[in-house]
């Protein structure tokens, strides 16, 4: 059972718009949230991140959005940029048994910006 | 040069083979995971290390095996490799406050 999930594989969107990626979870234990960004042949980069204690993270063209009722959040690009062609990584992660933080991925999202 | 080192970055190999995938870092973390990568699954934990002394099971260890040699030092070894382990893995270490991970490149192992 997915407890991070990325319900949409692949997202396109015109140069200049808003892209809009999203995803839920499961687990109400997850109290810090992060994106990652993956170019091909390279290893997962972080992006940004949110804490439950906030409802909104910004920085830059990158903005999280967190919805802790719903158990959504959101990452907003504007405006969107070719370079931001990529796979985007949910991950969540909570205090377990030990103090131990761990991430849980969703399944990612393609998005291609179009020129 | 990259704060997180997996050799080799690409490896084909067939049934039955042993193969190992080492990782290094320089960012001074004590904690090392190993993940794979598979399509529509995103990344999932095969081990992970807080420290040289503790190494724990992920979500898929069945298949694996790993080794911290040292700090800066994390192996994942394919005793018998399987061709439904052909993967892209990944290892990271993290940032123990946050749980921030930091990737190595990638080593992408086919297995025929």
């Known amino acids: 059972d997915q407890q991070v999930k990325q319900n949409s594989p692949s997202l396109s969107v015109q140069e200049g718009r808003i892209s809009i990626l999203n995803c839920d979870y499961t687990?109400?234990?997850?109290?810090?949230f992060l994106w990652y960004k993956k170019y091909p042949a390279e290893g997962p980069t972080f992006l940004i991140s949110?804490?439950?204690?906030?409802d909104k993270n910004e920085d830059g063209r990158f903005t999280v959005f967190l919805n802790k009722s719903a158990k959504h959040l959101s990452l907003h690009i504007v405006p969107s940029q070719p370079g931001d062609s990529a796979v985007y990584f949910c991950?969540?992660?909570?205090?377990?048994?030990?103090?131990?933080?761990?991430?849980?991925f969703g399944s990612g999202t393609q998005l291609t910006v179009l020129p | 040069d990259a704060d997180v080192t997996q050799t080799p970055r690409n490896r084909i190999t067939k049934t039955g083979k042993r193969i190992m995938l080492e990782c290094s870092q320089t960012?001074?973390?004590?904690?090392m995971y190993w993940y794979r990568q598979d399509p529509g699954l995103g990344l999932q934990l095969i081990y992970y290390?807080?420290?040289?002394?503790?190494?724990n099971k992920g979500e898929i260890s069945d298949g694996y095996s790993v080794s911290r040699q040292a700090q800066a030092k994390f192996s994942l070894s394919l005793e018998s490799a399987i061709p439904n382990q052909t993967a892209l893995y990944f290892c990271?270490?993290?940032?123990?406050?946050?749980?921030?991970?930091?990737f190595g490149e990638g080593s992408r192992l086919t297995v025929l």
């Open positions: 991950a969540a992660s909570g205090v377990s048994s030990g103090s131990a933080r761990q991430l849980t």
């Open positions: 290390s807080f420290d040289v002394k503790d190494i």
């Open positions: 949110i804490s439950s204690i906030k």
């Open positions: 990271a270490t993290s940032d123990t406050s946050t749980g921030e991970l930091f």
């Open positions: 687990n109400s234990m997850f109290d810090y």
């Open positions: 960012k001074g973390h004590d904690r």
